[in-house]
């Protein structure tokens, strides 16, 4: 019971924030971390991509810059696949407030992925 009445308590709490200040999210708050996994493949080293939404709305059809992006590790297509002029995250899907996604690659070097665009989604 008390868990419940905490979980109902986030709920409220996080859409309160989310119809304070969904006016200023942009495809800017999509924070992207990168770090080498230690592991190799191919002898190349591997490395795990964080993106995580931080702002308090939906945010669909995620778009990374990943020209001349370079992987000797397949990555699943439904996790990040080229599109236009662009990598589309998760198949479009909505990364919801606060959440994360990730990926693994494999390259000699590291790739500066950045958010390009997104909607943002505030109701
Ligand atoms: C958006 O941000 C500005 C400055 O950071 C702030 O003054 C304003 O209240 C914010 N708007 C909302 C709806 O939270
Ligand atoms: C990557 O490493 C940095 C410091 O080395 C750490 O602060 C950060 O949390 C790590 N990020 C991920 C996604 O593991
Ligand atoms: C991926 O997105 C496309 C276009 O929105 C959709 O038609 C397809 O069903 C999606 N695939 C999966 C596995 O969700």
Known sequence: MAAI???LLVI???SLIGQGMCQNCSTGDLLIQQNQTGTNVQSKP??????LNECPCLQANVKLGCDGFQTVEPIDPLALAKSGNGCLLINGSSMGPFSQVSFTYAW?????FTPISSDINCN
């Open 5 to 7: 009445l905490q979980s």
């Open 46 to 51: 591997e490395f795990k991509v964080t993106v």
């Open 12 to 14: 409220v709490l996080l």
């Open 108 to 112: 000699d070097t590291q790739f500066p």
